[in-house]
């Protein structure tokens, strides 16, 4: 796991635009995994920034999949994460809409939406770039404590906490949806690169636990250990509670060039 711990979330969006923007100059036709909440919209503004000025890449050829989506809105509500995802980042990209995948959640049809995400998955050749960003009580998607270290995609019941956390994109607690369709730990950990951001000190916790406690189920980002490229760009309050931290930055501030992240 690389960890780097810096000094603003300006600075976690620019490192993070620029290993999206080095895979897609490498690969055009890159599959990204993107996630939703607040944590990657840095990243996700700095994409659309220097995609307007000229500076990006072309996304035509990049297909994208989401990590999970809320079981029970109706198709097209703006807190889908399918509709936020498109809002947020890949219409601003100029990406197609239908080379961005979601899971589906229509009723009736959920007994085989995990099956048949992971279908999708498969028959795009994997992801190649999992953006990620770690709940508060240390989930990943919405795989909340307790979630198999080797899931696939399934549906899943919230956390109180993670409810409360989501009850500000909603009028209220009530309006927030109790299930969700998300890809696993397992899913996930088949992407090529797993770049998990972070940002502020209601994070520190879950991310101390991710990176320096044990691999269990009950810290599911602690999974990220397992994984053979993780990288996580981190804010001084996200990283507060690492114990290695000034070791983490000294190991980032001595990288030769040539590795990127
Ligand atoms: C949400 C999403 C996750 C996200 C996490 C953190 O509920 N399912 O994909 O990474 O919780 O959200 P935020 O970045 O808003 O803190």
Known sequence: MEVVPLESTDAIGVLAADAIEALVRRRPDAVLGLATGSSPLSAYGELVRRHRDGTGPSYDEVRCFTLDEYVGLPPGHPQTYRETILAELTDDLGIARDRVGSPDPTPGT????????????????GVDLQVLGIGSDGHLAFNEPGSSLTSLTRIKTLTDVTRRDNARFFGSLEDV??????????????????LVVASGEAKAQAVADA?????????????????????????????????????????????PDWQGL
């Open 110 to 125: 959920l007994a085989t939406a995990g099956e048949r995400y992971e279908s999708a998955l498969a028959a795009a050749g």
């Open 211 to 255: 990176v320096e406690g044990p691999v269990t189920a009950t810290c599911p980002a602690s999974v990220l250990q397992l994984h053979r490229h993780a990288t996580l760009l981190l804010d001084p309050g996200a990283a507060s509670r690492l114990v290695r931290r000034d070791h983490y930055r000294e190991v980032f501030a001595g990288k």
């Open 177 to 194: 949806p109790r299930h969700v369709l998300t890809q696993g730990l397992g899913t996930i950990g088949r992407a090529g690169h797993l």
